[in-house]
C-alpha cells in the first residue's frame, strides 16, 4: 500500500490545518503520528474500519478529528485550535488489520504553528 501524506503548512496559533492521506487501496486502519525535533514519533488519532471507530491522543483529543472517505481511500486528520507544540511532521500509517503494528507508512507533512 502506498501512502500519499499532503495539507502540512504553517499557520498561526488558533488556526486550522486539514491533514490528507491518500490511499493506493483501502485499509482496515488508519492512523496518524508526528515526530517533533528531538523528539520521538507520537501517537496522534486512528480510525479502524467502515464505521470509523476514532482514537485519540489526550494531547489532541477534542481539537483534531480524524475521518476517512472509503469510496476516495483517503483519510483526513483535522486540527482545531492548533497550538505551537503541535509543530510536527505528521505521518500517515495504515494496516490490514484493528490491531497491532502499523505496517504501512506514508511520507511526512510538515505542520508549523507559529505562536
Known amino acids: 500500500v502506498q501512502l500519499q501524506a499532503s495539507g502540512g503548512g504553517l499557520v498561526q496559533a488558533g488556526g486550522s490545518l486539514r491533514l490528507s492521506c491518500e490511499a493506493s487501496r483501502r485499509t482496515l486502519r488508519m492512523g496518524w503520528f508526528r515526530q517533533a525535533p528531538g523528539k520521538e514519533s507520537e501517537f496522534v488519532a486512528t480510525?479502524?474500519?467502515?464505521?470509523?471507530?476514532?482514537y485519540y491522543s489526550d494531547s489532541v483529543k477534542g481539537r483534531f478529528t480524524i475521518s476517512r472517505d472509503n469510496a476516495k481511500n483517503t483519510g483526513y486528520l483535522q486540527m482545531n485550535t492548533l497550538k505551537p507544540e503541535d509543530t510536527a511532521l505528521y505521518y500517515c500509517a495504515a494496516a490490514d488489520n484493528y490491531y497491532g503494528d502499523y505496517v504501512y507508512w506514508g511520507q511526512g507533512t510538515q505542520v508549523t504553528v507559529s505562536s
Open positions: 480510525i479502524r474500519g467502515s464505521g470509523g471507530s476514532t
